[in-house]
């Protein structure tokens, strides 16, 4: 995925010149930040009362569902299938006359609704910050939380509005000329051992 859900995907132009690339996130790595952020986010919220974490399609899902699983590990009063929701933020988004089409994904909240909540939006890569003001803009139109916090598996910089996470696997510092894809196995169809962030440069 292109610069994760701050771009569309890849439409595979086979004349794209080759990528070099080089992996700077692996299985183990992925899975020691999302234990570390598990923490994190437990610790700022004073337990799991009131918290829902809702991932930002395609890949801020799964990764919402294995920080659940996390929370759950640590705390036995969590149910990870009642705090975790997918919210999608396609037609918020402010580039789509620019961008190809894309298909909306589902919105799927949890049965207690978010009014009143902390939610923890997660995705898997913060770049210049118009996903994460598209879901701000999409939680308005759903409720009122309590309050709103950020969890990313990288961070790249290249930020173009005042948005900064909460709690982050890695600080990537990145060319705006390279492009970050995330791996992940309930998405890319392979195993959970070849889970990876890449870095992808031109040849």
């Not at 990528?19 to 923490?39: C, G, K, N, P, Q």
């Not at 009131?50 to 930002?56: A, T, V, Y």
């Not at 789509?96 to 997660?122: C, F, M, N």
């Amino acid at each position: 995925m292109t610069n994760s859900s701050e771009a569309f995907e890849d439409l595979g132009n086979s004349s794209t010149p080759a990528a070099v690339s080089r992996v700077v996130l692996t299985a183990a790595d992925i899975e020691r930040a999302l234990t570390r952020i598990a923490y994190e986010i437990l610790e700022a919220n004073k337990g799991s009362a009131n918290l829902l974490l809702l991932g930002i399609p395609r890949r801020g899902y799964p990764l919402a569902q294995r920080l659940a699983a996390k929370l759950a590990a640590s705390d036995p009063a969590v149910d990870p299938a009642a705090i975790v929701g997918q919210l999608d933020v396609t037609m918020f988004r402010d580039d789509l006359a620019h961008q190809p089409t894309r298909a909306p994904q589902s919105t799927k909240l949890p049965v207690s609704g978010i009014d009143g909540k902390t939610i923890v939006l997660v995705d898997d890569v913060l770049y210049s910050g118009r996903t994460i003001r598209a879901a701000l803009d999409a939680l308005v139109d759903l409720g009122r939380p309590r309050a709103v916090r950020l969890a990313v598996l990288v961070d790249r910089g290249h930020r173009e509005l005042p948005i900064r996470a909460d709690h982050v696997g890695k600080n990537l510092p990145t060319s705006s000329t390279e492009k970050v894809r995330v791996h992940l196995s309930e998405i890319d169809g392979g195993l959970a051992a070849n889970d990876e962030v890449v870095i992808e440069a031109s040849a």
